[in-house]
């Protein structure tokens, strides 16, 4: 049995700088993780059998040894951090569980288990592109770092290793089924929900965990641009 522990990308969300993990999160994280030693108390669950991991969040945290620290001193159990291709498995496995039938890929964008390209880290890196340049300046920078995310993904896309029925299924019907996962693709989810309970929609569940939209939907930015105002 485990209990994982992550965070969200923990900068500021104008500067991108690094930030400690807030005392009041860390009393929390230890007060959550004793209930559950309390819960698998009284499941007879052994302690042998209990884990706490963490993800990239909590390494590359400022505060990261005091945070493990005292969840160990609190629980007696050492926070284990999971390697970037078993948190990507990880993350995999989390979707896969929230189907009965899973064909298509896994996204997951920021941390350690993809490329940099967040919420938090795209905010900071597209300022950056921007700051004292003109707009044509900042346009063709922001062209280039576009360009630079395609063959990003293009090149990572070939390395996949795809089972070749699973490419003529995707041909055939126009694309892969895509599974998505974080906290960027999350507030994306949120936005096509609201779409898809208003307007004449009746998307009966305010849950995200499942929900899914068209490609013609989610590729709509502007419209969902004005969803979010």
Request: aromatic share 8%; glycine share 8%.
């Amino acid at each position: 049995m485990s209990a994982f522990t992550q965070l969200n990308e923990l900068v500021r969300p104008k500067t991108g700088e690094p930030v400690p993990i807030p005392d009041d999160i860390i009393a929390k994280v230890v007060a959550a993780l004793l209930r559950f030693k309390v819960i698998c108390s009284e499941f007879n669950v052994a302690k042998k059998h209990i884990r706490i991991i963490a993800t990239e969040a909590t390494r590359t945290a400022i505060n990261s040894v005091q945070y493990r620290k005292e969840i160990k001193d609190a629980t007696s159990i050492k926070v284990e951090m999971l390697a970037k291709e078993e948190e990507g498995f990880m993350r995999a496995l989390g979707v896969a569980s929230g189907f009965s039938d899973v064909t298509g890929l896994v996204m997951d964008l920021g941390g350690s288990v993809s490329f940099p390209y967040g919420a938090a880290a795209l905010t900071k890196k597209l300022e950056a592109l921007r700051d004292g340049k003109s707009t044509e300046e900042s346009d063709k920078a922001v062209a280039k770092f576009r360009a630079e995310i395609k063959t990003n993904f293009t090149n990572a896309y070939s390395q996949l290793g795809i089972p070749e029925e699973m490419i003529q299924k995707a041909i055939k019907e126009g694309g892969f089924p895509l599974y998505l996962s974080g906290g960027g693709f999350r507030g994306w989810g949120y936005l096509l929900l609201y779409m898809s309970q208003t307007h004449g929609r009746d998307y009966p569940i305010s849950l995200i965990n499942g929900f899914s939209a068209p490609k013609s939907d989610f590729k709509d930015v502007e419209r969902l641009k004005k969803v979010a105002r």
